[in-house]
C-alpha cells in the first residue's frame, strides 16, 4: 500500500473519452508499463429521512477493486463532521437493513472503472467515471506503492504524471493533502497538512469522494445554469456527455 | 495347585542356595588356628551337618522339580506382564522411524560434505581468514568479539534522528540490527562480530520478521536498493578496522533517508525505468539512477 | 480481460450460491462456577484446539440500537472489541429467531462484520444509541466447525472499569454454528454434541420470547 493521487484529465474539444484513454494507455505501454487487469471504483450515497431538528446526514459507501474484501464508509452529520469507516462487505447488507432511515439516491450512484498499469512500483489506473451510465470525465489514479509519506514522493509522481500525460502538474501537493482539518485538543478545527502523514487506503477512497462529489455538484451547475457549466472539478475538465462511448471507455484493452 | 507346587519348589531352591551360601561361608571362617583338637573336631562335624544338610535339600529340590508338570496355559502375572519389553518388530513402529532418521542423517552427511567442499573453495570468504603458509600474519578475530561490543559501537554512531535501530541476537552471541530510516525503509543487518555479513532491505510498510532475514522486498525499488547495498557492504569491508567499516557503512546507509527525495545527479530526472535513483555514491552519498553511474 | 466485478454483484452471487455464512445455530445453557472445572474437563477431551490449552477471550460488547420510522422493532447491532489484544472491531446483527418448533437448536439470521476503530462514533453519527454494554470472559473452544464458549458476563460500573462484578456466580455456555443458508444438518449435529455435555450442562434452545 502506497501513495496514491488523483488527477483528473482534461477532455480536449472533440475528443471521447475512449479515444484519450485508449491514446494514454498506448503512451504506457511504449513507456515499458504493462497492462494488469481492471479496477473499479464505485460510490453510492444514502440520504436519512428528514427528521425534525435533526439535520440530514448522508453516509457515502464506496468499494476499491485494489481492496476487494473492504467497504469504505464516509458519515457526514451535516454539520460539517465527517466519521469514516473501514469494514467487511458484509457492511452492505447492514446499510440495506437501515432502508427506512437511509434511502440511497440511485441517480448519484457514480462509479470510476478501466485499465490498471504497472510500471516498475507504480501503479496507474486510466479511469472514466460514469454516473447513470453517462460519461463524466477522465480520472487517472497513480500510486506509488513503496512510500507511505506523499512529502516524500510527490516530486517523483508529478513527474512521472506530467511525463505520460503531457499536461503540467502544479508545483503544491493536490489539495486533498493541505485541505484537510482535524479536531485539536483545544475541541477547535484546525488545518493538518496530510503530506506527512502515513498514508491509508481510506485516504485513496476519500479522494475519490471529493472528486464525486466534485462531478455531482457540476451536473447540478450544468443543469441549473443551462448547459454552460464552469469548471469545479480541480481542473478544466470539458463535459461531454457521450452516452455512447460509455462502453468502449477503459475496456479498449480485452 | 500348580501354582503352590512352583512355589513350594522355589521356597526349596532358595533354602538349597540359602545353606550352600552358609556351609561355604563356614568353611571360609576356618577354625580359631590353636590347632585344638577339641575345635577341629568340632569344626568338621559342624561341616558335615552342613553338607548333610545340603545334600538332603537338593534331594528334595530334585523330587519337587520332578513333580512339577508343564503347565498347560500361560501364567498370568498381573501387572508384572507390564514390565517386559514388547519386543515384537510389528508392533513398534520403530522402523519407519528408524529408516527415516537413518535417510536423514544421510541426508546431512551429504549435504554437510557438498557444503564443507564448496566452502572450501569460495576465496570470497571473509569471516574465516586462513593464513596462507607464505604470508603469516597475525589473525584478526574480528567475528568473535564480545558480544557487547557491537551494541556499544551502534551506540556510538551519530545517528540522526529519523534513524532507529534496534539490536537483537537469533544466532547465539552473532548481533542482527534492524535498522529504520525515516519513514522509507528498514534494513536488517546481519553480523557476524562486527562484520557485516548480510543486508536485507524492505519497505516501510513491510514486516521484516525475525525469523525470516532472507525474503526479499515486494517492491522492486528495495530489493534494487539492496543489490546496491551488498556491493557497499562489500566496498566498506575493513578487517583490520571494523569498527571503522561499521561506522562508515552506517553513514552511508542513512543517507537514503532521501531515497524518494532527490533527483539523479547525472540526469537530472527522478525516474528511470520506474525507479527512482537507487544508488548513492560511497563517497559523497549524492544519488544516482543505476543506468547513470557509468556514463 | 474481463472487468472488475462490483463489490455488490459478487455479494450477491456468495449470497445466491450459499456460500456467505448468514445463519446462527444456538443451543444455550450455563453451570455454576463450582463445576465449571469439570465442563473444562469435559471439553478438553472432546474439542480440537486444545493442542495447548484453551484459548481465553475478554471482549466488551456494546449494543446499539436504531429506531427506524413505520418499523416496531428497533435495528440493534452488537460491536464486540478484544480488550486482551489487537483485533479489529466486530460488529454484529442478529435478526429475530425462527418460530419453528420442530428444529432442534434456536436459528437466527447473523451478519459479522469486522470494522476498524472507528464503528462507535459512525454509528452514533447514524442516529444509533447505546443500549447496553457488559464484558464476556471466558474460554472459546472448537469442534469441526462449532464454536463452544463458556464466559463469565461481567457488569460494568461506569467510572469503574478496574473492578467490576460478575452478574451471576455461573458460567454461560454458548454452542453455535453460523452456517450459509440450506445446510439444516447442522442442528441435529450440535444435539449430539449437546448430548455429550449432558448432564453437566443443559444446552437448550432458548425461547426469548417466553422469557419474562
Redesign the interface.
Known sequence: ??VTVLQPYPLPDGKSGAHIIDLLGKRLLSL??T?A????V?CETFI??PQHG?PT?A?HVL?N?EY?AS?F?M?D?GTG?Q????????????ML??T???TSKKQTKI?S?GARFE????VIKLGSVTMMEHFKGILIEIE??????LS??W??IR??LQ?FLGINVAKEYPSYFTTQTIINAMGQQQVHPKQND?YEPMDTVKQYLEHFTNYRKHVQMHTAMGGTGGGGVGGPVVMGMQPSSVGGAG?G?? | MIMDKLNVTLTAVKNLRSNVRQCFEHLADGTDGEGVEESRNKFVHEFQEKYNNINSQLREVEQLINGLQVPPTAYHLGNTTYLAQETSQDRQALYPQLVNSYKWIDKVHDHSFLAFNNLNQNTLRRSYNYCSQKRQRLPFSSFNNDPDHIEKLLSEINYPTHTTYKVFRPFGSNAVAIVTIANVLKAAIVFKGVLIEWVTVKGFDEQLDHDDLWAESRYEVFRKVQEHTHSAMLHFYSPTLPDLAVKSYMTWLNSHYKLFLEPCKRCGKFIANGLPPTRRDLRTLEPFHEECRNC | MSTVASARESLSHALQNRFLPNLEFLLQGSILDSAVEHLMHRLKGLCDNVDTSPETFHDLEVCMSLRQPNQNAPLTLRVRRALDRDAPFQMRYLGQPEVDQRKPTLVRSCMDCACTNGILEFLTEMGFRLDFEYIAKGFMFRKGRMKITVSKLIKIIPGKQQDNDPISQSYIVELSVVAPNGQESVGEEMRVFADQLKPLVQLEKIDYKRLP
Open positions: 500500500m502506497g515499458g508499463a497492462h487487469g481492471q479496477f473499479l464505485d436519512s429521512t435533526a446526514r453516509v468499494h477493486s476487494p467497504t464508509s458519515i452529520n463532521k466519521v469514516s469507516l473501514v469494514a467487511d462487505n458484509i457492511f452492505d447488507l447492514l437493513k437501515m427506512a432511515t437511509f462509479e472503472r510500471y516498475g512500483d507504480f506509488y506503492r513503496p512510500c507511505v509519506m516524500y514522493c516530486e517523483m513527474e512521472m511525463g502515513i475496456m484493452r480485452a
